[in-house]
């Protein structure tokens, strides 16, 4: 008995072992989380997982999270807002109502008041609501603003079939993607950032790494369609056009978003630099 006990150690210590190595850079946090049983510790451990990148073990008796990530990737603030975003509440964010109600009644740990809610949700819980904001939470400041520039810059470079200045411009892209503070983002577009991230960053990337037009016209036209899906789930601070070439992919079609009402393609430029429409315009 005592052998297999020591046994049981060993492969435990072995698969944590395992996991954190897979996580580079791994640093490991402690954190109080609120919960009650198991269902809680299964909930709060599957929000905070993403693979290479972070996990979680949760205490049902402590309370306790030990929370393991990559802070290149990502950061302890983004994980516990994901992990609200699930339904519970933590020391930095309180869960928005809706996720909370999905909750088992046993899940459903006493809470803050409403108003202390509402600060949390949208604010690191240290952001006192006297305290002077910065300049990118200021109201009507957007926290998408520099990847979207950046994307613009990217599709002109494309219409005007300059695969060097496209490649220029998505290092760029690359950087306004890194640089993203989640905690800024509203729940709608932190739900989808989570979604489109490594694939707006792949994109970004391949468009970086080649200066060859074909190429790089084929990666932005996923590019496209995870920008598109972003700026739907928050109101932009221009007017956005979502526009659509019918030729491109041989036939299939491809879409772009642009800053102005005027079709310019970037997916064939001067060959048929008006070839498209507006489908739909976001504001």
């Given at each position: 008995?005592?052998?297999?006990?020591?046994?049981?150690?060993?492969?435990?210590?072995?698969?944590?072992?395992?996991?954190?190595?897979?996580?580079?850079?791994?640093?490991?946090?402690?954190?109080?989380?609120?919960?009650?049983?198991?269902m809680c510790k299964d909930g709060i451990e599957a929000a905070a997982f993403?693979?290479?990148?972070s996990e979680a073990s949760w205490d049902v008796s402590t309370k306790v999270a030990s929370i393991t990530?990559?802070?290149?990737?990502?950061?302890?603030?983004?994980?516990?807002?994901?992990?609200?975003?699930?339904?519970?509440?933590?020391?930095?964010?309180?869960?928005?109502?809706?996720?909370?109600?999905?909750?088992?009644?046993?899940?459903?740990?006493?809470?803050?008041?409403?108003?202390?809610?509402?600060?949390?949700?949208?604010?690191?819980?240290?952001?006192?609501?006297?305290?002077?904001?910065?300049?990118?939470?200021?109201?009507?400041?957007?926290?998408?603003?520099?990847?979207?520039?950046?994307?613009?810059?990217?599709?002109?470079?494309?219409?005007?079939?300059?695969?060097?200045?496209?490649?220029?411009?998505?290092?760029?892209?690359?950087?306004?993607?890194?640089?993203?503070?989640?905690?800024?983002?509203?729940?709608?577009?932190?739900?989808?950032?989570?979604?489109?991230?490594?694939?707006?960053?792949?994109?970004?990337?391949?468009?970086?790494?080649?200066?060859?037009?074909?190429?790089?016209?084929?990666?932005?036209?996923?590019?496209?369609?995870?920008?598109?899906?972003?700026?739907?789930?928050?109101?932009?601070?221009?007017?956005?056009?979502?526009?659509?070439?019918?030729?491109?992919?041989?036939?299939?079609?491809?879409?772009?978003?642009?800053?102005?009402?005027?079709?310019?393609?970037?997916?064939?430029?001067?060959?048929?630099?008006?070839?498209?429409?507006?489908?739909?315009?976001?504001?």
């Amino acid at each position: 008995m005592k052998s297999l006990k020591i046994g049981m150690a060993i492969m435990l210590l072995l698969a944590s072992f395992l996991s954190q190595a897979a996580i580079k850079n791994a640093v490991t946090e402690q954190v109080k989380i609120p919960g009650a049983c198991s269902m809680c510790k299964d909930g709060i451990e599957a929000a905070a997982f993403q693979k290479n990148t972070s996990e979680a073990s949760w205490d049902v008796s402590t309370k306790v999270a030990s929370i393991t990530y990559d802070p290149k990737k990502t950061s302890v603030d983004a994980i516990l807002k994901k992990i609200a975003l699930a339904g519970y509440d933590n020391q930095q964010y309180l869960a928005p109502d809706d996720a909370y109600a999905k909750l088992t009644d046993c899940c459903r740990t006493a809470r803050a008041g409403k108003k202390e809610a509402q600060v949390a949700k949208n604010a690191p819980a240290h952001h006192q609501e006297s305290a002077p904001a910065s300049p990118v939470e200021t109201a009507g400041s957007d926290p998408l603003k520099p990847v979207l520039e950046a994307y613009f810059s990217v599709k002109d470079a494309l219409v005007n079939s300059d695969g060097k200045a496209a490649s220029a411009q998505a290092a760029v892209l690359v950087k306004a993607i890194k640089a993203v503070k989640m905690g800024q983002l509203s729940t709608e577009q932190h739900t989808v950032w989570m979604k489109v991230m490594k694939d707006l960053d792949l994109d970004a990337e391949h468009i970086e790494e080649t200066k060859e037009v074909s190429h790089q016209r084929d990666h932005f036209t996923s590019l496209s369609e995870n920008m598109y899906k972003l700026i739907k789930a928050g109101k932009p601070s221009e007017t956005v056009y979502y526009q659509h070439c019918p030729m491109f992919n041989d036939g299939k079609g491809a879409n772009w978003l642009s800053k102005i009402p005027a079709v310019k393609n970037p997916y064939y430029g001067a060959q048929m630099l008006s070839c498209g429409k507006t489908t739909e315009t976001i504001k």
